[in-house]
């Protein structure tokens, strides 16, 4: 597991996420077809108001190559 906050762009290793019920049904449809398609490797979850964001990605070591270079630097380095 990796986290990278984007404001900052730093590691962070530790995150409390607050969800609604609707907004972790979302993310769990969003987390399902992500595992089903390896093709894509990443989905955005927004809130109602899109005042805040989550983007959450599958890494698998035959698409690193798909990733730019600050994410595999934090896949790989955790940093």
Do not use: F, W
């Not at 409390?16 to 093709?39: F, I, K, S």
């Not at 109602?48 to 983007?55: Q, R, S």
């Amino acid at each position: 597991m990796r986290i990278l906050d984007q404001d900052t762009d730093r590691a962070v290793s530790n995150v409390c996420l607050y969800l609604t019920p609707d907004e972790a049904e979302r993310l769990r449809g969003r987390l399902e077809r992500l595992l089903l398609n390896a093709d894509e490797h990443h989905t955005h979850l927004e809130d109602g108001d899109l005042k805040h964001e989550i983007t959450v990605t599958i890494y698998r070591d035959d698409n690193l190559h798909t990733y730019d270079q600050r994410s595999r630097k934090l896949i790989l380095e955790d940093a």
